[in-house]
């Protein structure tokens, strides 16, 4: 499985971010699987932004919620992020991955992250 990402590295403060990931060798409508956004700032930890799963349920971080959404092309079996509007504090590199679950007895199960794309560094910047 490969996740790429891609997009400008480079956006002006109040507009908005748009980063696409890839995926190759396996179908982002395979149950079981959620497709992930996360960023690191410069100097700090992970930040888990949101997630589409298989069924194209979408999930976000409640500190980002009203700023983000993530969307799917199956056709191109790709999946998207946007954020807007975007400050200098967005700067970091925004990665993509996949995540793992599984339900039982209508409990679901998380297997955690298995596949990561390289990242992409995104600089907010006038």
């Known amino acids: 499985v490969q996740l790429q990402e891609s997009g400008p590295g480079l956006v002006k403060p109040s507009q908005m971010l748009s980063l696409t990931c890839t995926v190759s060798d396996v179908s982002i409508t395979t149950s079981g699987y959620a497709w992930t956004w996360t960023r690191q700032p410069p100097g700090k930890g992970l930040e888990w932004m949101g997630a589409?799963?298989?069924?194209?349920?979408?999930y976000y971080s409640p500190s980002l919620k009203s700023r983000t959404s993530i969307s799917r092309d199956t056709s191109q079996n790709q999946f998207s992020l946007q954020l807007s509007p975007v400050t200098p504090e967005a700067t970091a590199v925004y990665y993509c991955?996949?995540?793992?679950?599984?339900?039982?007895?209508?409990?679901?199960?998380?297997?955690?992250?298995?596949?990561w794309g390289q990242g992409t560094q995104v600089t907010v910047s006038s």
């Open positions: 589409i799963a298989s069924d194209g349920s979408t």
């Open positions: 991955a996949r995540r793992a679950y599984y339900c039982l007895n209508y409990v679901c199960y998380d297997e955690g992250y298995d596949y």
